[in-house]
């Protein structure tokens, strides 16, 4: 697997990954997909953006960003999408472990979860080997695409 940055080249088929997650309605909190124009921007605008690739084939990504601004700056955070083809190939760990690195790179001190849905039983697994702590418990938290409300967890890591 190799994971590199993110190049304008890779738009499609980061912006379809992405938008299979939105449509799935059950981790990120963006209700719409991206259009080619507002994914070549919002995938620009990131302190940093990756992507995973297997066999030539572009199966994941993450974005990297603040958190918050000024006396909060220091602290980042970030979104991981892997297509539902690589599920349980460790895309997902490799992306995180990354992150970890670069987000450390770019200054940051603690990388922050701010809405890990609590059924997403998986991601919060894999954040917690790799030694993420959770902060709590957002009672329903989270609107589910059925609309339901779960609970989110939030998580942080000190880098």
């Known amino acids: ?6 190049e304008q080249g890779d738009l499609e088929k980061v912006r379809m990954i992405w938008n299979a997650i939105v449509e799935e309605g059950n981790a990120f909190p963006q209700e719409e997909v991206l259009t080619k124009a507002a994914a ?8 940093y953006t990756a992507v995973a690739e297997m066999d030539g084939k572009i199966v994941g990504l993450y974005i990297l960003h603040p958190n918050n601004i000024g006396r909060c700056g220091h ?13 349980g190939r460790h895309v997902g760990e ?5 992150c970890l690195t670069a987000a450390k790179d770019l200054g940051f001190r603690i990388l922050q979860f701010n809405a890990v849905v609590e059924s997403n039983i998986s991601a919060r697994r894999l954040y917690e080997k790799l030694g993420f702590i959770q902060l709590g418990t957002i009672p329903g938290g989270f609107r589910m ?13 000190k880098l």
């Open 94 to 98: 490799a992306l995180v472990q990354h």
């Open 40 to 47: 070549a921007e919002f995938f620009a605008d990131q302190s």
């Open 75 to 87: 602290i980042c955070n970030a979104s991981y999408a892997v297509s539902s083809a690589a599920r």
């Open 1 to 6: 697997m190799l994971i590199r940055k993110y």
């Open 145 to 157: 695409k059925d609309g339901h409300f779960e609970n989110i967890c939030p998580y942080y890591y």
